[in-house]
């Protein structure tokens, strides 16, 4: 199971699709002692992997100790970062505390479309320096992409990069309104090629070693069964039955774009928030209403529950908008 702590709303950043609108540190962030015990009520909870992100992760003072802590409760410590502040020092002392792998984003093998997205000048050459810093340091590290219309074009050859670069995987993250995100929801892909891309992803994880994963798309599940790949994830959406998110203030929420608040960390443990919400309970049950609910790959791909929510008033058991299988399951079954 995977929980992942947006340890600071405070960033060096201020990207378009941001979910958490970072930028500036909130007031009444979690502080060291209130985050160690919620590191110690997430291993309670039986959780796994431990993703620190933020806003940029790397801002907050205390973050190497915090990553030690999380290694000795049993944890995996794992970061979402710009990677623009991972100077060799920091990868390096990162490594010894035990973080376990940095994952660090990329959009665009352009440096100008990439610090426009990102809005940092200097933002390309600061992130791959980054990446650059881990492998010297051995720290494993893995590319993120933000996938639009006016990059998908970039996707295969992202990932030859990130070979290239020595990372062990390319995660590509398929946008979901929320946040800063929702002004530029015109550019998210639609159904035609929204499954275009991800058959794309799935036949070139057939071409390289690396492990490629879209997040935020679970269909790629079903495309990848169409195609006869065995693929090491057993489900595609994984909010609220094997994931979820934490806010900077310790607001427990079922993923990082479905922005439904079920529990302050300071006021009910975060184990008990996570066995015994009722929304929790809901989305595990996975009784999806229409197209998702009747698919036959349900199980398997549970389709996006933030994007169903996004465009169905707040429901987050509606169906998938943007999934082509709905109305061509004959011609995409084969």
Known sequence: ????????????????????????????ELSTSEAKAMLNQIAKAGFKIMIFSGGEPLMRADIVELVAYARERGL????????????LELARELKKAGAMGMGIS????????????????????????????????????QVHTTVMEWNSSELEALTDFAVKEGAVAHHIFFLVPTGRAVSIEEESLRA??????????????????IELKPTCAPQFMRIAKQLGMNMRFSRGCLAGTAYCIISPKGQVQPCAYLNLPLGDV???PFDEIWAGHPVFRELRTLEYKGGCGTCGFKKACGGCRARAAYYHEGDYMAEEPWCLYHGRRGELSG
């Not at 340890?7 to 378009?16: G, Q, R, S």
């Not at 995996?76 to 100077?87: A, D, I, S």
């Not at 992803?201 to 070693?209: A, C």
Request: proline content about 2%; some cysteine.
């Open 266 to 268: 300071r006021e009910v």
């Open 192 to 209: 035609e090629a929204y499954e275009d891309v991800l058959t794309r992803i799935m036949k070139k994880q057939q071409t390289v070693d």
């Open 76 to 87: 995996r410590p794992v970061f979402g970062t710009n990677g623009t502040l991972l100077t």
């Open 106 to 141: 990329l959009d665009s093998l352009d440096r100008e479309k990439h610090g426009r997205f990102r809005r940092y000048k200097d933002a390309w050459d600061e992130t791959v320096q980054g990446m650059r810093n881990c492998k010297e340091a051995g720290l494993p590290f």
């Open 1 to 28: 199971m995977i929980v992942s702590w947006n340890t600071t709303n405070a960033c060096n950043m201020y990207c378009d699709h941001c979910y958490r609108d970072a930028g500036c540190k909130a007031e009444e």
